[in-house]
């Protein structure tokens, strides 16, 4: 992949969507890592420096990252197929949720917290961070509505965690 070329220092939010935006539009550099396989997201790592973090992903429909923030990490999301359905939890009542389709983006800042499922049978998204991801926070919530957060390495798989969790 020809990279942009990337300033020497963590990106800002507005940042990150720009980039996810220009690499959007260029599917030689991540068309070749799309695939699909049963039961599973498929992740691939496109481009890692002390900077900046970029990543694909390919969601079949019910794939679900579980609540989770990004620790001290913006982020930028960009849907090259299909759609992806972003919830953020709200405190006394529904979970707020939009559905990015194809050609939208969106970024966040550290203090995010969100989960992000696949909308149709193939989406494909691209993701950036800044600083890199090393860490993240995981969360439940019990059925009496507390928030449980566990810290996870990057290169662990979200999901749902298991105990106590309320869509």
């Given at each position: 992949?020809?990279?942009?070329?990337?300033?020497?220092?963590?990106?800002?939010?507005?940042?990150?969507?720009?980039?996810?935006?220009?690499?959007?539009?260029?599917?030689?550099?991540?068309?070749?890592?799309?695939?699909?396989?049963?039961?599973?997201?498929?992740?691939?790592?496109?481009?890692r420096d002390e900077?900046?973090?970029?990543?694909?992903?390919?969601?079949?429909?019910?794939?679900?990252?579980?609540?989770?923030?990004?620790?001290i990490s913006s982020g930028a999301v960009r849907v090259m197929r299909g759609a992806l359905r972003e919830s953020s939890p709200r405190l006394g009542g529904n979970h707020a949720t939009r559905v990015i389709t194809t050609g939208g983006s969106f970024s966040f800042g550290p203090e995010h917290i969100h989960r992000l499922s696949g909308e149709d049978e193939q989406a494909v998204s691209i993701h950036a961070y800044s600083p890199p991801l090393w860490r993240l926070g995981q969360y439940s919530i019990d059925s009496d509505g507390v928030m449980r957060r566990e810290s996870v390495s990057y290169a662990d798989e979200l999901r749902p965690l298991e105990v106590g969790v309320a869509a």
């Open positions: 992949m020809n990279w942009p070329l990337l300033p020497p220092r963590n990106l800002e939010r507005t940042e990150l969507e720009a980039l996810v935006d220009e690499l959007a539009g260029d599917p030689e550099g991540w068309a070749e890592h799309v695939a699909f396989s049963g039961g599973r997201r498929h992740y691939v790592s496109l481009h900077y900046v973090d970029v990543w694909l992903l390919c969601w079949q429909r019910g794939d679900d990252t579980g609540w989770h923030d990004h620790d």
